[in-house]
């Protein structure tokens, strides 16, 4: 009788949602898990977990924090609001905050636990925060059934697609904070002709959606509502990249400074699947290594089909992303894990894959 009840009321349900209306200008996220998880990765544990307090000084690294150093001849569009001013280059975005990093932490903490989020990683030594995978429910139709038994009924409905959000933060000389938000995108497929099974699957990342909570994070940092929507809005200017051959070896070639090619190729790392471990700017290095951004861990991402040859989970695949400028150019290319050129056919994975999202 349970079973008659439930699979007739879902039939109910999908009918009467065929003339319902999606409010896609809403966001309502709940998280897709149980219970809070902060466990660090096995690999991470030996990195310094008391050094953000360090007096800034000495080679620039992310284990200190001594990062977001300006350079000077290199304009970014900014649109400033009382301490807040928000940059962008092309899609991208970004906050700069005359705060220093510790004392927005718990702010930025508490702002993605507000809405909706569990996190997955809370690690104020290297200056990032991951939220777990939750779902959109402002995307769910909000059809006659729905909004007359509500609670009752909410259980039965569900997207198709998952979201997660990777904040980082990198301290500035003056003693501010730029804060970078990016978004990874999961949608649940069929995988056969009979479409009674199905896969989770890397989706695009949504700029839109990133600059959204950018602008949620500004009004909780005490920024008025109403001027957040111009501070955000896209900039005109789109920088080209493009993959080049130096040495014999494949590089991405971006036709801007280091200042603003460093910024863009940080959140293009954290939009495709890979973990910054470390950052020093003063010799233009991300130590990365790769995680599938995968919402269900069954199905590999699309690094993890990119990477498609086994490797022991024990043993996670690390690089060198190295930044070079030449005047108003910068060459982005790929280093082994020791700071040698990668010869292997990664490289010229890796820099596609920098270079896709760059455009």
């Not at 910024?263 to 003063?282: N, P, W």
Request: aromatic content about 6%; charged content about 25%.
């Amino acid at each position: 009788m349970k079973s008659f009840l439930k699979y007739g009321l879902l039939a109910v349900v999908a009918a009467l949602s065929a003339c319902s209306v999606l409010e896609t200008d809403k966001v309502d996220y709940k998280s897709a898990s149980k219970g809070v998880s902060l466990e660090v990765p096995p690999d991470l544990t030996q990195l310094s977990r008391d050094s953000r307090y360090v007096v800034p000084g000495g080679p620039v690294t992310a284990s200190s924090l001594q990062l977001g150093q300006s350079l000077p001849g290199v304009p970014t569009a900014a649109t400033a609001v009382g301490d807040v001013r928000v940059e962008r280059a092309g899609n991208q975005r970004w906050l700069v905050v005359n705060r220093p990093a510790d004392q927005l932490w718990g702010p930025v903490r508490d702002f993605w636990q507000e809405s909706g989020f569990l996190l997955a990683m809370d690690q104020p030594n290297l200056g990032i925060m991951d939220t777990d995978w939750a779902e959109n429910r402002a995307k769910i139709p909000h059809d006659f059934v729905r909004a007359t038994l509500g609670r009752l009924i909410d259980s039965v409905y569900s997207t198709s697609e998952r979201d997660k959000f990777r904040t980082r933060l990198e301290r500035t000389p003056t003693g501010g904070t730029e804060v970078y938000i990016s978004h990874r995108g999961m949608i649940e497929v069929y995988n056969n002709t009979q479409k009674d099974q199905t896969v989770w699957q890397p989706r695009p990342n949504d700029a839109e959606l990133e600059a959204e909570f950018l602008r949620r994070l500004m009004v909780k940092l005490g920024v008025p509502a109403e001027q957040t929507r111009a501070a955000t809005a896209a900039g005109a200017d789109k920088p080209v990249s493009r993959v080049a051959s130096v040495n014999n070896l494949p590089v991405v070639v971006i036709d801007e400074g280091f200042d603003r090619a460093w910024r863009r190729v940080g959140l293009a790392l954290d939009r495709t699947g890979f973990t910054v471990e470390d950052r020093d700017r003063s010799q233009g290095t991300y130590f990365v290594r790769y995680v599938a951004p995968n919402a269900d861990k069954k199905e590999p991402g699309l690094l993890g089909r990119i990477f498609s040859r086994a490797k022991p989970a024990e043993a996670p695949l690390k690089y060198r992303i190295n930044l070079k400028s030449d005047g108003p150019s910068t060459t982005v290319s790929v280093l082994n894990a020791t700071g040698a050129p990668e010869t292997s056919a990664d490289a010229q994975r890796i820099v596609q894959v920098i270079a896709d999202d760059l455009k």
